[in-house]
C-alpha cells in the first residue's frame, strides 16, 4: 500500500486500511461520519457540525467529554511514568483506585482485579469463579449459564455466555458445558413500562431447571447484565434479581453482574447491585470507571473470593495464573482517579437519580409516535423499539439512527431499538432536544 495518511488529521485520505469493529464497513467508507473533537454533550464533526451525544459515547463518558480534571491527570501522569511493568511490581495508583472503589461498592465486594476492556473483565470474572470453585475443592463446577440476548463482550467466554446470535454463531462451538437463562423480554405483557416491568420475576425460576438437568455440582457461576444495553434496553422484571441471587445462594452457584454499562450511575446509584439491592458475588466494571478516556475495566470480588485464593496457595506462590500486560495501567489509573474525584465533587450518581422522572417523562411522550411499538426506560437510559420493517429487521431503526445523526443527534441502535444513554451531566433542554429530534425522525420515517 503506497498512500499515505494526509498531514492533516481533518481529512484521511484513505478509509480502506482500517478494518472497523461492528461496522458495516461499505456503507461507512461510501459516507463516513468522523469525529474530530467533543467537549461536555457534543461531538463535533469533521465538517465542523456539533452534534448531540445522547449515549455518552458509546455508555462511558458518564461525566461528559474532555473534562479538564481528567484531561490533565492523564496528561500529568503520561509525563511522569508512561508504562509500569505490571506482574511482580506496582506503582501507588494502583492500589489507591482499588482502596478508593471498595469504598463505593455495595457489601463486601472490596478487591479489584484490573483489565482493559469490559470483554476482558467478562473473561476474568469467569476464570475466578473456575479457579474459585476448583481451589475450594468443587473443580466439578465448570458450567456457565448465561442468558438469551445477554450481552458480554466479545471473548470466546463472554460469547459463550452471551445471547446474540449474530455474535456467536460465525465463531465454532463455543465454550463446552454453557446453558442460557430465557431473556426477559415481552412486549405482550410489559410494553411502555415506566421503569421495572411488573410480570416477568418468574423467568428467574428457569434456573431451577438448569441445575435440575445439569445438577447444582457441575455450575460454578450465573452471569446477567442486571439491566441489558446492548441488546436492546431490556429493564430486569420487579423482583427478577432478587429471585436469581436467592437461587444462587440455595445452591451454592456465583452470581456475577456484569455492570459494563450500569456501573457508576448510569441508574442514579454507584451501581445497579445498589439500585436493586442485590448483592452479587462479582462485578464486571469498565466504561464509566475511567469516563472512556483510557481503556480500563475491572472485576469486583467479594471479600470472601479474595480470601479464598490467599487461603489456598502455598505461602509465595502465585494465587491466580492471570492476568494482562496492561492490568492497571497507570494513564488508566489516572483517569480513573480523577473520574472519579469528579463524579464525587459533582454529586453526578445523584443528579442523575435527581433527572431520572424527567427523563422518564420525556422519553414516555414518544409513546403515540409513529412506528413506536415500546418506551421503556430506568435511571438515565431508554430504549425506543420501533417496528421492524416487514424482511427487514433494523432496518427501520438503522435509517432512524442515520437521519438522527443528520439532525445532530448521536442515538445508538441495536436490531429496531434506539437506545438511549446521554452523559449524566445532561440538561433538561437537552432531553427535550433529543426526545424532539427522534420524534420527528420516527415520525418521518416509512
Ligand atoms: C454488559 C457489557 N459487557 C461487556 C461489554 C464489552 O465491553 P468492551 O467492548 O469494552 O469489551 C459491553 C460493551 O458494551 C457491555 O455492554
Not at 446474540?164 to 465463531?171: D, E, L
Request: proline letters at 5%.
Amino acid at each position: 500500500m503506497t498512500d499515505t495518511l494526509s498531514t492533516s488529521d481533518l481529512s484521511p485520505n484513505n478509509l480502506e486500511a482500517c478494518w472497523m469493529p461492528f461496522t458495516a464497513n461499505r456503507p461507512f467508507k461510501a459516507n463516513p461520519r468522523l469525529f474530530v473533537s467533543a467537549k461536555d454533550m457534543h461531538y463535533t464533526t469533521v465538517e465542523g457540525r456539533k452534534i448531540l451525544d445522547g449515549i455518552a459515547g458509546m455508555w462511558c463518558v458518564n461525566a461528559g467529554h474532555c473534562r479538564p480534571p481528567i484531561v490533565e491527570a492523564v496528561q500529568r501522569q503520561v509525563a511522569k511514568m508512561d508504562y509500569s511493568t505490571a506482574f511482580q511490581m506496582g506503582h501507588p495508583a494502583q492500589f489507591e483506585l482499588a482502596s478508593r472503589l471498595s469504598a463505593i461498592l455495595p457489601g463486601d465486594i472490596d478487591h479489584a482485579f484490573f483489565c482493559n476492556s469490559g470483554s476482558e473483565a467478562v473473561d476474568t470474572a469467569l476464570k475466578i469463579a473456575l479457579a474459585y470453585h476448583r481451589v475450594r475443592g468443587e473443580g466439578a463446577r465448570t458450567r456457565l449459564i448465561g442468558r438469551e440476548r445477554g450481552y458480554h463482550g466479545v471473548g470466546f467466554g463472554g460469547i459463550s455466555v452471551g445471547g446474540i446470535a449474530p455474535n456467536r454463531k460465525f465463531f465454532g462451538p463455543l465454550l463446552n458445558g454453557v446453558d442460557h437463562l430465557p431473556h426477559t423480554h415481552n412486549l405482550e405483557k410489559n410494553a411502555f413500562t415506566k421503569g421495572e416491568p411488573g410480570w416477568g420475576a418468574h423467568l428467574a425460576d428457569a434456573l431451577e431447571g438448569l441445575v435440575t438437568l445439569h445438577d447444582a455440582s457441575t455450575i460454578a457461576a450465573v452471569i446477567v447484565e442486571p439491566v441489558a444495553g446492548s441488546t436492546g434496553v431490556l429493564i430486569p422484571p420487579k423482583g427478577y434479581l432478587k429471585r436469581l441471587r436467592e437461587i444462587c445462594d440455595k445452591h451454592g452457584i456465583l452470581l456475577i453482574f456484569d455492570e459494563v454499562i450500569t456501573g457508576f450511575g448510569r441508574l442514579g446509584a454507584s451501581f445497579a447491585a445498589d439500585y436493586f439491592d442485590v448483592l452479587p458475588d462479582m462485578i464486571t466494571a469498565a466504561k464509566g470507571l475511567t469516563n472512556g478516556t483510557v481503556p480500563m475495566s475491572a472485576v469486583f470480588t467479594r471479600k470472601g473470593i479474595y480470601d479464598t485464593f490467599m487461603d489456598a496457595a502455598p505461602e509465595g506462590a502465585i494465587e491466580l495464573f492471570h492476568g494482562y500486560t496492561y492490568s492497571g495501567h497507570p494513564l488508566a489509573c489516572a483517569a480513573a482517579l480523577a473520574t472519579l474525584n469528579v463524579y464525587r465533587d459533582e454529586d453526578l450518581f445523584a443528579r442523575a437519580h435527581g433527572l431520572a422522572g424527567y427523563w422518564e417523562d420525556a422519553v414516555h411522550g414518544l409513546r403515540g409516535t409513529k412506528n413506536v411499538i415500546d418506551v421503556r426506560n430506568l435511571g438515565l437510559v431508554a430504549g425506543i423499539e420501533v417496528a421492524p420493517r416487514d424482511g427487514k429487521p433494523g432496518a427501520r431503526a438503522a435509517d432512524a439512527f442515520l437521519k438522527c445523526y443528520e439532525k445532530g443527534l448521536l442515538v445508538r441502535q441495536t436490531g429496531d431499538i434506539i437506545a438511549l444513554s446521554p452523559p449524566l451531566i445532561i440538561e433538561k433542554e437537552q432531553i427535550d432536544t433529543i426526545v424532539s429530534i427522534l420524534g420527528d425522525v420516527l415520525s418521518a420515517l416509512d
